[in-house]
């Protein structure tokens, strides 16, 4: 048995059909499944079991020899969240439960950390495990993943085989639900859909022109090759970037939106609000070269060339994964 927790969310959902398409059918999936618009992400999908989240625990106890991985991808992903109580309940106490879990039934782990926890990246973006102490995040749900990672670490007793992945900025199909926290992508192809252009967050920082800031954007189809690839793998234990490497302008995925679609490019600036203006990274690029210095040798897929898959495929189509 496989176990995806995160199993209806956005990368979750994506992860189940991949594995599904490489014939692992006992797929326990660990969620909330009380959000209609995230169950449809599951819809034809082979499972073995669904889960309620606050009931894991107990059930890894019952049935933890016949776990044969773990991914732990569910979190509370809102960045604009400030209940930390929440955050630490869900994304770092969680975490350590099922990290223990993972110990006492010897079951690998991978779990979901996050390109926030860098912070403004004063320190750089490489996962180099001795200098992640020195780490800031800019909000609350970069330091609840932030403190898992560094309890991790820490650990004297782990599971034999382990990595935190810290995402960078992921877009893909299932997203759908996510409101606010959905890709930049998505809200872009909604926007021309409704408007014909597209409105981008004006820069406050001197240092970048006006739809400049720039972000390394990973398409969920590569993520989740990443995914699979470490559940093969099972060596080489530890916290991982997962970007592509390259970092890209608002202007240039927006750019790709529109051509897409056969649109001409019609961008407007708006200032970017209040509550996030303070905590706003202007500039994001995953160091891959762990990872690849592990085996992984399989390319990212260009923005351009994801955005058009996600466009032309999923969101024209009104499809999920």
């Known amino acids: ?149 560094l309890w991790a670490l820490d650990q004297k007793e782990k599971p034999f085989f382990w ?28 926007q021309i859909k409704e408007t014909g252009k597209m409105r981008l967050f004006r820069s406050h920082n001197p240092q970048y022109n006006d739809g400049e800031q720039m972000r390394d954007f990973i398409y969920v189809m590569d993520l989740v090759d990443v995914l699979v690839f470490l559940m093969k793998h099972r060596k080489n234990s530890g916290i991982f970037n997962l970007g592509t490497g390259t970092a890209r302008t608002f202007l240039d995925l927006v750019t790709a939106v529109f051509e897409a679609q056969t649109l001409p490019p019609s961008i407007e600036f708006i200032d970017t609000p209040k509550d996030i203006r303070d905590t706003y990274q202007y500039y994001t690029e995953a160091d891959m070269s762990k990872l690849r210095s592990i085996g992984y040798s399989k390319p990212f897929t260009s923005l351009e060339s994801g955005v058009k898959d996600y466009v032309t495929n999923y969101l024209l189509k009104q499809k999920t994964v």
């Open 1 to 149: 048995m496989i176990v995806v927790t995160g199993a209806a969310g956005f990368i979750g959902s994506v992860l189940i059909s991949r594995l599904n398409k490489e014939n692992y059918n006992h797929i326990v999936a660990v969620d909330k499944f009380d959000h209609p618009e995230k169950n449809k992400n599951l819809a034809g999908n082979r499972l073995l079991k669904k889960v309620d989240r606050s009931q894991l625990g107990q059930w890894i106890d019952e049935n933890g020899e016949e776990i044969e991985f773990i991914f732990h991808i569910g979190a509370r992903t809102d960045t604009s969240e400030f209940n930390k109580s929440l955050l630490w309940e869900l994304n770092t106490d969680f975490t350590k439960m099922i990290w223990e879990k993972c110990i006492a039934f010897q079951i690998p782990l991978v779990y979901a950390s996050s390109a926030a926890t860098y912070g403004v990246g004063e320190y750089g973006y490489k996962d180099d495990e001795s200098t992640i102490k020195k780490l800031k995040p800019l909000n609350p749900y970069g330091e609840s993943k932030h403190e898992f990672d």
């Open 163 to 190: 990595a935190g992945l810290k995402f960078f900025n992921v877009y893909g199909p299932n997203e759908y639900h996510k409101g606010r926290m959905a890709s930049v992508v998505y809200h872009a192809y909604n």
